[in-house]
């Protein structure tokens, strides 16, 4: 993979350690449907995952966060398997869980079950609301706010864990451009603070706004593994530059 310069203060992208995928594939049933994916992720940059549905991005990001175990080869990040290093990893789906609680309480509750001190608690929950722009809605029920509001909140929720990752799946795809517009200006938010971003998306658009590296795929194969202006103005594969000029890939 190239070299991508971070956008990240020095500080941050010094506290980062990479993810390494040695040639894992994944089946069902006797069905492959990854095969072979080597690649590693840099330290700084935002990582985005591309391709057409049924590609395998969301299986991907599963298999990385170690919710899946790979049918062979290997995944580490900082040179562990991801389930002992899922203390400094998480992950927000496109349908985010929330606790029959107030918005607060949703952020209060998982930084109680990692032990976190009651005051240290209190301090942290407002910095996340603030973050993610939240304080008005801070003891409104998480269930009745906006698909948008959620969406923040679950990425305040995961990022009040300080990780040193956020694997995030198709985290815009059910939004309206504003609440999608203000979720990505919470990762880039997140970005800064020194949490590397690897999301999925199909959205060609969020791709170019946040992609500092790309990985496509293409029927569980990992096509092309490229710096993201390399791969918007002169990709190498046939399938993704189909992908790109709006062609259906399969």
Request: hydrophobic share 45%; charged share 20%.
């Amino acid at each position: 993979m190239h070299t991508v310069q971070s956008r990240l203060p020095t500080e941050a992208r010094d506290t980062i350690l990479p993810h390494r995928v040695h040639e894992h594939s994944y089946e069902i049933g006797g069905k492959r449907l990854l095969e072979g994916i080597p690649f590693h992720t840099h330290e700084g940059p935002c990582t985005v995952v591309l391709g057409p549905n049924g590609a395998g991005k969301s299986l991907l990001l599963r298999l990385c966060h170690g919710l899946l175990q790979p049918s062979a080869g290997t995944i580490t990040w900082a040179g562990v398997a991801p389930a002992a290093a899922r203390g400094c990893q998480a992950m927000v789906f496109q349908r985010p869980v929330l606790l029959r609680r107030s918005t607060a309480a949703n952020i209060a509750y998982v930084l109680r079950l990692q032990g976190m001190p009651r005051r240290q608690r209190r301090a942290t929950v407002v910095e996340a609301l603030e973050l993610a722009g939240l304080v008005p809605l801070a003891a409104r029920p998480a269930r009745v706010l906006s698909g948008g509001e959620q969406q923040r909140l679950a990425l305040a929720r995961a990022w009040a864990l300080r990780p040193q990752v956020l694997f995030l799946d198709e985290p815009t795809a059910s939004l309206d451009p504003a609440a999608t517009r203000a979720v990505e200006a919470l990762l880039d938010q997140m970005y800064q603070t020194g949490t590397k971003i690897v999301l999925t998306t199909h959205d060609l658009g969020q791709a170019q706004r946040l992609a500092d590296e790309v990985l496509f795929l293409h029927q569980g194969r990992l096509v092309e593994c490229a710096l993201a202006t390399a791969f918007f103005t002169n990709s190498q594969s046939k399938e993704a530059a189909a992908f790109l000029a709006g062609k259906l890939v399969w």
